[in-house]
C-alpha cells in the first residue's frame, strides 16, 4: 500500500578527514556529492572537531546508497554524527532497499565519537546500513548505533520490511568487533522478540577508550544495579573477554527514555572531545 512507482537510485559519496593542527583538531578537508552533505560546525569546547552528516530531503529514498570515508589523523579528535534522525522513506515496487557505508580510519593516539540520532523506518521501508572501523596503536573508538519501531505516533510501529547493520572494528589489523543485526518488521512486532520495547541502541567503547576510567565507573555502576521490573529502559554491559572492548546495549519504550540513558554511560566523551553528549537531541 505504502510502495512507491521506482525511481532513479542516486549514489552520495562523502569524504572527510580530521587532523591535529597547533595543538588543535581541525577538519582539513571535506567533500561530498548529493544527496548527502557533510556539515563541520565548529564546536563550543574546542576539544574535537566536528563533522555532521546530513541530506537534502529530510531522509533516505529506496535505492539510494550513501558512502562516507572518514580518516582522522594522529591525536586529533573528532566525532561524528547527524542532524537528526536517519529517516528510512517507504521502499519501492521492487523493495529495494536504502544503504548507508561508513568507513573510517584512526590513527595513532587519535579519538573518534560516532554518535548518531537513531533510525527511523517508515512503513514498508527497506535498511541496509554497514560500518568499517580500522584504528591504530593508542586510538579510540566511541560507537552508537541506535533505531526506533518508526513513526509510532502515525500507527507505523515495526511496520518496515528490513532493518539491516553490521559493525567492525579492527585494531591493528585484527578483528575486535563484529556485531550483524537483522530485523523484520512483523518478527519485531512480536513481543518475544523486542520486549515490548520501541527504541534500541549498542554502544561500544574500542581501543583507548575502552581503559577509560569513566567507562570504567560507569560500568561498575551499572553492572552492580540490579534491574527491576517497573525500570523503563533495560541496560546490560560488560567487558568483552581480555580485548580492549566494551560493550553495551539499550532497551526502552522511546528514543527520549534511552537518550538519558546514553548521556550516563557517555562521560568520557565530554572529557574527550569537550562537548557532552547531553548537549544535543537523541
Excluded at 71 to 92: E, N, R, Y
Aim: proline share 4%; with cysteine; charged share 25%.
Amino acid at each position: 500500500m505504502h510502495a512507491t512507482p521506482r525511481i532513479p537510485s542516486t549514489a552520495g559519496t562523502g569524504r572527510a578527514r580530521v587532523e591535529r593542527v597547533a595543538g588543535r583538531s581541525v577538519v582539513t578537508s571535506s567533500y561530498a556529492t548529493s544527496p548527502m552533505k557533510l556539515l563541520t560546525p565548529r564546536t563550543a569546547g574546542g576539544g574535537a572537531a566536528s563533522v555532521v552528516v546530513s541530506g537534502f530531503g529530510g531522509g533516505i529514498l529506496s535505492g539510494d546508497t550513501l558512502s562516507l570515508d572518514l580518516d582522522v589523523g594522529p591525536a586529533a579528535v573528532a566525532t561524528l554524527g547527524t542532524q537528526a534522525s536517519t529517516k528510512i522513506f517507504h521502499a519501492d515496487a521492487e523493495g529495494r532497499p536504502a544503504t548507508q557505508r561508513l568507513g573510517a580510519r584512526v590513527a595513532a593516539e587519535g579519538f573518534l565519537a560516532v554518535l548518531p540520532d537513531p533510525v527511523v523506518c517508515f512503513a514498508d521501508a527497506a535498511y541496509e546500513q554497514r560500518q568499517r572501523f580500522d584504528l591504530e596503536d593508542g586510538a579510540g573508538l566511541v560507537l552508537l548505533d541506535a533505531f526506533t519501531a518508526g513513526r509510532v505516533a502515525r500507527s507505523e510501529r515495526w511496520r518496515f520490511r528490513r532493518f539491516a547493520s553490521r559493525n567492525e572494528v579492527f585494531l591493528r589489523g585484527r578483528l575486535l568487533l563484529h556485531e550483524a543485526l537483522e530485523l523484520r518488521g512483523e518478527d519485531a512486532a512480536d513481543e518475544l522478540v523486542t520486549g515490548g520495547f520501541d527504541a534500541f541502541a549498542t554502544l561500544a567503547f574500542a581501543g583507548s577508550a575502552a581503559a577509560d576510567p569513566e567507562v570504567a565507573g560507569w560500568l561498575g555502576a551499572v553492572s552492580g544495579r540490579r534491574p527491576r521490573r517497573g525500570d523503563a529502559v533495560r541496560v546490560s554491559a560488560g567487558r568483552v573477554g581480555d580485548r580492549p572492548l566494551v560493550t553495551a546495549r539499550f532497551a526502552g519504550p522511546s528514543a527520549e527514555h534511552v537518550h538519558a540513558e546514553l548521556r550516563a554511560a557517555l562521560g568520557c566523551v565530554a572529557t574527550r572531545t569537550g562537548t557532552a553528549f547531553g548537549d544535543r537531541r537523541f
